[in-house]
């Protein structure tokens, strides 16, 4: 399990990050005191979490991407499209169905029905 990754994002995005990432499954947590005015952390029923690191100019790679298994696959499409963000779907892999994402601040997002090797 990866325990965290950190994007860049720009503060302002703050409300639309964390609704985007409840749809995903995540919810916020609290970061260390000393982080807490430069990052906002989410984090998954199962440990994982994403750090927004707060900054100005913002990059997001254009081919990378955080990839997040959503056990209800198709509530958790419904729940993206609810808040304006329409996933793409790709070509099943490992027998499974998974779509693309664009964030807030334009980070790419891969939602998997199931990981590698339990599709």
Do not use: K, N
Request: hydrophobic residues 40%; aromatic residues 8%; glycine residues 12%.
């Amino acid at each position: 399990m990866i325990q965290h990754v950190s994007l860049e994002c720009r503060p302002e995005d703050a409300g639309d990050l964390l609704r985007f990432w409840r749809a995903l499954g995540f919810d916020e947590v609290e970061p260390p005191e000393a982080l807490r005015a430069r990052s906002t952390w989410v984090q998954a029923p199962g440990g994982s979490q994403v750090h927004f690191l707060w900054t100005a100019e913002p990059v997001a790679p254009p081919g990378g991407h955080t990839a997040v298994v959503a056990r209800d696959y198709d509530a958790t499409l419904a729940a993206l499209r609810g808040i304006g963000h329409e996933p793409e779907p790709r070509d099943e892999h490992w027998g499974a169905p998974r779509a693309f994402v664009r964030g807030p601040g334009g980070h790419l997002v891969e939602v998997m029905a199931a990981p590698p090797g339990e599709g």
